[in-house]
């Protein structure tokens, strides 16, 4: 049977998912899916390879819910699956996915992630469960304490090995495989298998089965991939209020190199008007939740994040992704694209960069198998034309770090300076010049809902100077003037 033709009922999964997903709406399994549920519903150790955004959340979910619907001889109180992810993002969305596709095996499903206080997770763990989302750290601390019982386990599911790999991960995920049952089907779903991913595939899978769908060079056929070059962070910031204005955005997610850079921003564009938050690691997970639920309803429309969101939202208004800065490896730039054009949708993806950041450019094609051309807005040309890429890549000289992450207000002081002067409707008044605005320099600045948002939740606190005014300082200013006037959110 070919792939086209396939149909979950056709997968032999047990009924109450199938209801599952017929209320869900889903008909035909994606490719990945297709080929990683037989083989592991006929019990084999699994390696999988898929892009982002191809349903491999699913791929593992459906099978390993399909050995729930067969009762355990054991009556213990621990987890019969579980599922390691590299974030807390990821974790809620597995978490989600099972609850949403076991609600008639009554499932029961705990997620254990950093973050989150201690004495809550206990209780949980305490309580009878079926499956287990967590992240490395976080359970190998509960497992320290001997809080969880592992002697019913029967599936091990590691997703996104890869980034796991990247984040340090790995010992700690030796330590936990040791100290689970020999006796156990593990599946490993990496966004590539080759290197260090493979070797240690080797030592945790036995005689797996290898499936590769939608290698990393394959184009993103419904994402339209844009490159600007700009000659300076003013300049940056008037492509940026651009964009975001446009009629064709409906979400947007920024990506910034740090998180205080996503601080920054994130206040900056709410002064300037638009309904803005921030996602980062220093951020509690009740936060971060939160800010997530609100993109989920539209009550975010761009979110100023880090590469800690790269991977597991999964949001289909998100029309435009836009790399305010590179990131660091190439690779992380096809999870960030992969935002956007999600579920068939199309969507953009803008990046930033100067000239310095083209040896960058040119690892991320090399990288992707896929040049991404320079683009030019009428109105927003930058002085200096955009350098070759069509040769070797060149390092930058002098050791000096490519590009450069947002400085915080005072760099739009005086607005972008190119050719063109008339480069906004209303001068003076835009994200990149709005300084000018007189008393506007401190709208916003520690009165936004993000800034709240993380002093409420226990956040770090960020007192550096930006705009020459202290976050805390504006902090103080902005909870006295609540005190008097209504505020609004964006």
Not at 55 to 63: N, S, V
Not at 93 to 105: E, H, L, P, S, T
Not at 120 to 132: C, M, T
Not at 460 to 481: C, E, I, P, Y
């Amino acid at each position: 049977m070919s792939l086209e033709n396939t149909s979950f009922e056709s997968l032999n999964l047990d009924p109450s998912i199938l209801r599952a997903l017929q209320e869900a709406g889903y008909v035909n399994p994606t490719p990945i899916q297709a080929q990683a549920i037989p083989e592991v519903l006929a019990g084999h150790d699994l390696m999988a390879s898929a892009q982002t955004g191809t349903g491999k959340t699913a791929a593992f979910t459906l099978p390993a819910l399909n050995l729930l619907a067969t009762p355990h001889p054991s009556k213990s109180r621990g987890p019969r699956i579980l599922v390691l992810t590299p974030t807390r993002e990821l974790a809620g969305q597995v978490n989600d996915a099972a609850r949403k596709y076991g609600k008639f095996i009554r499932a029961r499903t705990v997620s254990i992630v950093g973050g989150m206080p201690y004495p809550l997770q206990n209780k949980l763990l305490s309580q009878p469960l079926d499956i287990l989302v967590a992240t490395p750290g976080r359970l190998l601390d509960h497992m320290e304490r001997g809080r969880i019982d592992m002697s019913r386990l029967q599936m091990l599911i590691l997703d996104e090995a890869d980034r796991m790999l990247d984040m340090g991960f790995m010992p700690d995920v030796e330590r936990i495989c040791n100290a689970l049952p020999a006796e156990r089907q593990t599946l490993l779903f990496s966004a590539t298998l080759d290197g260090n991913i493979g070797n240690i595939a080797r030592q945790i899978l036995r005689n797996p089965k290898t499936i590769q769908v939608a290698a990393q060079k394959e184009k993103h056929a419904n994402i339209e991939q844009r490159l600007h070059f700009v000659d300076d962070m003013n300049h940056k910031n008037k492509l940026l209020e651009h964009l975001l204005i446009g009629a064709e955005v409906n979400q947007a997610i920024v990506f910034t190199s740090t998180k205080r850079h996503a601080d920054l921003l994130a206040e900056d564009l709410y002064a300037a008007g638009h309904k803005t938050a921030a996602l980062h690691g220093d951020m509690t997970q009740g936060a971060r939740n939160r800010t997530l639920t609100k993109l989920r309803h539209g009550d975010v429309r761009v979110l100023v994040a880090t590469d800690v969101a790269a991977r597991g939202i999964d949001v289909h208004g998100i029309t435009h992704v836009i790399n305010y800065d590179l990131p660091k490896f190439a690779e992380d730039y096809v999870h960030r694209i992969g935002r956007t054009g999600r579920a068939g949708n199309m969507g953009i993806a803008v990046s930033f960069a100067s000239h310095a950041d083209r040896y960058q450019v040119r690892k991320i094609e090399q990288f992707t198998g896929q040049r991404i051309e320079p683009t030019v807005i009428e109105g927003f040309e930058p002085k200096r034309p955009a350098p070759r890429m069509d040769g070797p890549g060149e390092r930058p000289r002098s050791g000096k770090k490519p590009g450069g992450g947002y400085k915080g207000r005072s760099q739009g002081a005086q607005g972008y300076r190119g050719d063109n002067q008339n480069r906004s409707a209303n001068p003076g008044q835009s994200f990149g010049d709005r300084n000018a605005a007189g008393n506007r320099q401190d709208a916003g600045r520690g009165n936004g809902p993000f800034s709240a948002q993380k002093r409420n939740e226990g956040g770090r606190s960020n007192s550096a100077t930006a705009g020459g005014v202290s976050v805390k300082t504006a902090a103080k200013a902005a909870r006295l003037d609540a005190t008097r006037r209504p505020r609004t959110f964006g």
